[in-house]
């Protein structure tokens, strides 16, 4: 897919091109491709004298119809067409083979200004472009095209992959625009309009493209000489008849470009609201969570949840004001179940390569979800919600699962090797709870990250499953009024497992269901996008980023008071052969992103039906930006099912157990960088099925 650069690149070759063909003398040609062409001047000169010799017996016709109507002429003579509506219409033309053809050259004059004033645009747009610190664009995310930048490199204007104007209207904004595409004086801007910013204008300097900065509207005046002085060369497009071109996405699709016959500009979009966004659900009263002095986010599951083989430890030093047992997030109480005493006091968060889960016999414990959780929060609130996490209010976080557990071995009354390791999570409740009592400080429990399914991925059926979710929901529901006395509910973040999602998928599709159906239970994230260890484990910063997934979505609960927000499947309906699948997004458009997510077939769908499965034949992601349409080799039949990432692996990708993955995301922007590497936070698609309705 060419970027917007190659594009700026091949027009910028085109120009000079143009230049040469236009400013060349008489006697001048050009290699083109290897091939020689006159010079303007010279096929002028070539083609004029033979053309006014006939110019003086020409028949005037007022419309085309007009000169069509008349039939034949009696001699060889040319006719010419002058008050046309059409405006390609007029010009002159001669009989040949049975019919009136318009000339490939008009009068010298006509010609010869229709070429100047198209070379003088075409500079006027270069240098306007240029001023446009295009060569300053540094956000590098590949479905954004850049019109215009700040001095900082950011996007002021640009055109997104659905070919929608990405428009920044903010005050600020507005001057950074204007300074852009002002500075040096480069653009002649005479129109008196102070809501129009110029991008180029003609040599009088009205504008022939522009910005309106009310309506966030691209705009311009384009006369016929200068759509016509577009090179079809510039760009190959389809599907775009009377259409000349400036800017094209990979499939030929006109982003910008000039209509032939009224020279108006097409594509312009308004971008007061380009997409429609879902508001976020707001949670009743018993889901808000108190604002407590100390607000106890615990982490609870199997061996992703506490860091096996996530070593080393990231976090080695204390970031923020957040609290954790003294002997790390992994601590256990001294007496009772676990490995790794430490419950009895308290510290700033930490990470560290203890375990207290399993036997000292040298496992690959390392960074936990912790400390993402934690900056992810302290971050995000502070920025977007002017929380101060330094006074008052603090977080107190820690991990209390145990690897190689099913869910049933982790409820109340659950057995393991251990014993009962439920016990682990009431432990640190109770703990946490005495600690914060022993400072003179509140507390509450807030919330529970569920990071388990690998256990029962194919030996528990999705309705069991289901039911040990409500169950365990519901102990820490008792857990939390027994310890605290309070009443609110506590809130249920879960991830969605990846090992063996291709195999079976009854757990990725019970945990979806089961936030979806609950108001206090909510999808943090999937991770077939996440860093992995080679058995399928998250290494150490998988660990660390799927902690920031959590963090973010207990900000969005505790904080904003609303339902979390995540990818969410709504309803897939089918008419022919075309399927249309669609989903609430946090942040649209969604994107089929083959570059940030690993390449899958089909980019993780599969439709199948009571015959089989049927072969996808085009996928794409439909202008309303929460839509996206596949297009099948058949009609579907009865029983017919959309499934995404359950079916194929992305190229690279750790297989643990028959695992799959997809290529479907939003559009967040939210970015965090570790060991110099940036990672993008956008939102993934979970795996998931939806029953096909047949229109």
């Given at each position: 897919?060419?970027?917007f650069f190659?594009?700026?690149a091949q027009?910028?070759?085109?120009?000079?091109?143009?230049d040469?063909?236009?400013?060349?003398?008489?006697?001048?040609?050009v290699?083109?491709?290897?091939?020689?062409?006159?010079?303007?001047s010279?096929?002028?000169?070539?083609n004029?004298?033979?053309?006014?010799?006939?110019?003086?017996?020409?028949?005037?016709?007022?419309t085309k119809?007009e000169?069509?109507a008349?039939?034949?002429p009696?001699?060889?003579?040319?006719?010419?067409?002058?008050?046309?509506n059409?405006?390609k219409n007029?010009?002159l033309?001669?009989?040949?083979n049975?019919?009136?053809?318009?000339?490939?050259?008009d009068?010298?004059?006509?010609?010869?200004e229709?070429?100047?004033?198209?070379?003088q645009l075409?500079?006027?747009?270069?240098?306007s472009l240029?001023?446009?610190?295009?060569?300053n664009?540094?956000?590098?995310?590949?479905?954004?095209y850049?019109?215009a930048?700040?001095?900082?490199?950011v996007?002021?204007l640009?055109?997104?992959?659905?070919?929608?104007?990405i428009a920044?209207?903010a005050?600020?904004?507005?001057?950074?625009?204007?300074y852009?595409?002002h500075e040096?004086?480069?653009?002649?801007?005479?129109?008196?309009?102070?809501?129009?910013?110029?991008?180029?204008?003609?040599?009088?300097?009205?504008v022939?493209?522009?910005?309106d900065?009310?309506?966030?509207?691209?705009?311009g005046?384009?006369?016929k000489?200068y759509?016509?002085?577009?090179s079809?060369?510039?760009?190959?497009?389809?599907?775009?008849?009377?259409?000349?071109?400036i800017?094209?996405d990979?499939h030929?699709?006109?982003?910008?470009?000039?209509?032939?016959q009224?020279?108006d500009?097409?594509g312009?979009?308004?971008q007061?609201?380009?997409?429609?966004?879902?508001?976020?659900?707001?949670?009743p009263?018993?889901n808000q969570v108190?604002e407590s002095?100390?607000?106890?986010?615990?982490?609870?599951?199997?061996?992703?949840?506490?860091?096996i083989?996530s070593k080393?430890?990231?976090t080695?030093?204390?970031k923020?004001?957040?609290l954790?047992?003294?002997g790390g997030?992994?601590?256990?109480?001294?007496?009772?179940?676990?490995?790794?005493p430490?419950m009895n006091?308290y510290?700033l968060?930490?990470?560290?390569?203890?375990?207290g889960d399993?036997?000292?016999n040298?496992l690959n414990h390392?960074?936990?979800?912790?400390?993402g959780?934690?900056?992810?929060?302290?971050?995000?609130s502070a920025?977007?919600?002017?929380?101060?996490?330094d006074?008052?209010?603090?977080l107190?976080?820690?991990t209390?699962g145990?690897?190689?557990?099913?869910?049933f071995?982790l409820?109340?009354?659950?057995?393991?090797?251990?014993?009962?390791?439920w016990l682990n999570?009431r432990n640190?409740?109770?703990?946490?709870?005495?600690?914060?009592?022993?400072a003179?400080?509140t507390?509450s429990l807030?919330?529970?990250?569920?990071?388990?399914?690998?256990?029962?991925?194919?030996?528990?059926?999705?309705?069991?499953y289901?039911a040990?979710l409500?169950e365990?929901?519901g102990?820490i529901?008792?857990?939390?009024?027994?310890?605290?006395?309070?009443?609110?509910?506590?809130?249920?973040?879960?991830?969605?497992?990846?090992?063996?999602?291709?195999q079976?998928?009854?757990?990725?599709q019970?945990?979806?269901?089961?936030?979806?159906?609950?108001d206090?239970?909510?999808?943090?994230t999937?991770?077939?996008?996440?860093?992995l260890a080679?058995d399928?484990?998250?290494n150490?910063?998988?660990?660390?980023?799927?902690?920031?997934?959590f963090g973010r979505a207990?900000k969005?609960?505790?904080i904003?008071?609303v339902?979390a927000?995540y990818?969410?499947?709504?309803?897939?309906?089918?008419?022919?052969?075309?399927v249309?699948?669609?989903?609430?997004v946090p942040k649209?458009p969604?994107?089929?992103?083959?570059?940030g997510?690993?390449s899958?077939?089909?980019?993780?769908?599969?439709?199948?039906?009571?015959?089989?499965?049927l072969f996808?034949k085009?996928?794409?992601?439909?202008p309303?930006?929460n839509?996206?349409?596949?297009?099948?080799?058949?009609a579907?039949e009865?029983?017919?099912?959309?499934r995404y990432a359950f079916d194929?692996?992305?190229?690279?990708?750790?297989?643990?157990?028959?695992?799959?993955?997809?290529?479907?995301r939003?559009s967040e922007?939210e970015?965090?960088t570790?060991?110099?590497?940036e990672?993008r936070?956008?939102n993934v698609?979970?795996?998931?099925k939806?029953?096909?309705?047949?229109?």
């Amino acid at each position: 897919m060419k970027s917007f650069f190659d594009l700026v690149a091949q027009f910028q070759l085109q120009i000079d091109t143009l230049d040469s063909l236009l400013s060349g003398s008489e006697d001048e040609t050009v290699i083109i491709n290897g091939v020689e062409k006159s010079t303007l001047s010279k096929a002028v000169k070539d083609n004029f004298t033979a053309i006014k010799t006939m110019v003086n017996g020409r028949l005037p016709f007022k419309t085309k119809d007009e000169m069509i109507a008349s039939g034949e002429p009696s001699e060889s003579v040319l006719a010419e067409v002058w008050a046309d509506n059409t405006v390609k219409n007029n010009g002159l033309y001669g009989w040949d083979n049975g019919e009136w053809v318009p000339a490939k050259l008009d009068t010298y004059i006509a010609t010869y200004e229709m070429a100047d004033f198209s070379k003088q645009l075409s500079e006027r747009s270069t240098a306007s472009l240029a001023r446009s610190n295009l060569l300053n664009f540094k956000d590098t995310k590949a479905d954004i095209y850049p019109i215009a930048t700040d001095s900082n490199g950011v996007v002021l204007l640009g055109i997104d992959q659905n070919g929608r104007l990405i428009a920044d209207t903010a005050e600020s904004t507005k001057n950074d625009l204007n300074y852009a595409l002002h500075e040096n004086g480069e653009v002649n801007f005479t129109q008196v309009n102070p809501d129009i910013t110029p991008f180029c204008t003609d040599s009088f300097g009205k504008v022939i493209l522009g910005f309106d900065n009310k309506t966030g509207c691209l705009i311009g005046d384009i006369s016929k000489a200068y759509a016509n002085s577009v090179s079809n060369s510039l760009v190959k497009h389809k599907n775009a008849e009377g259409v000349k071109p400036i800017y094209t996405d990979a499939h030929g699709k006109v982003l910008l470009g000039f209509d032939e016959q009224t020279g108006d500009l097409i594509g312009s979009v308004k971008q007061s609201t380009p997409y429609q966004l879902t508001p976020a659900k707001a949670l009743p009263t018993i889901n808000q969570v108190p604002e407590s002095d100390w607000n106890h986010f615990a982490f609870y599951g199997q061996s992703l949840s506490v860091g096996i083989q996530s070593k080393p430890a990231l976090t080695t030093s204390a970031k923020y004001n957040t609290l954790t047992f003294e002997g790390g997030p992994k601590s256990t109480k001294e007496g009772s179940v676990g490995y790794n005493p430490g419950m009895n006091g308290y510290k700033l968060l930490v990470e560290d390569d203890l375990w207290g889960d399993l036997p000292p016999n040298g496992l690959n414990h390392g960074e936990t979800p912790c400390s993402g959780f934690s900056d992810a929060v302290v971050q995000l609130s502070a920025k977007h919600n002017g929380v101060d996490w330094d006074s008052g209010q603090q977080l107190f976080v820690n991990t209390a699962g145990r690897g190689s557990s099913s869910i049933f071995n982790l409820l109340p009354g659950g057995t393991s090797s251990d014993g009962e390791w439920w016990l682990n999570l009431r432990n640190s409740v109770e703990q946490a709870s005495l600690l914060a009592q022993s400072a003179g400080k509140t507390y509450s429990l807030n919330g529970v990250g569920w990071i388990q399914g690998e256990g029962n991925a194919v030996n528990s059926n999705y309705e069991a499953y289901k039911a040990a979710l409500k169950e365990l929901d519901g102990a820490i529901q008792d857990l939390s009024v027994s310890v605290t006395g309070k009443t609110h509910k506590v809130q249920f973040f879960c991830y969605q497992t990846f090992a063996r999602s291709g195999q079976a998928d009854q757990i990725p599709q019970a945990q979806l269901d089961f936030c979806n159906e609950n108001d206090n239970a909510h999808l943090a994230t999937p991770i077939y996008h996440l860093p992995l260890a080679h058995d399928g484990h998250f290494n150490n910063v998988g660990s660390y980023l799927v902690g920031r997934y959590f963090g973010r979505a207990y900000k969005h609960v505790a904080i904003d008071k609303v339902k979390a927000p995540y990818i969410k499947p709504i309803s897939a309906v089918c008419e022919g052969s075309k399927v249309i699948a669609t989903y609430e997004v946090p942040k649209p458009p969604l994107v089929i992103d083959y570059e940030g997510l690993a390449s899958t077939k089909d980019a993780g769908f599969k439709v199948i039906d009571s015959a089989g499965s049927l072969f996808i034949k085009e996928l794409k992601v439909l202008p309303t930006g929460n839509q996206v349409e596949l297009t099948l080799d058949r009609a579907i039949e009865e029983s017919a099912q959309l499934r995404y990432a359950f079916d194929y692996l992305g190229q690279g990708l750790i297989n643990y157990a028959i695992s799959a993955s997809g290529n479907l995301r939003d559009s967040e922007t939210e970015t965090v960088t570790l060991n110099n590497v940036e990672y993008r936070l956008f939102n993934v698609t979970p795996h998931h099925k939806l029953n096909i309705i047949k229109l």
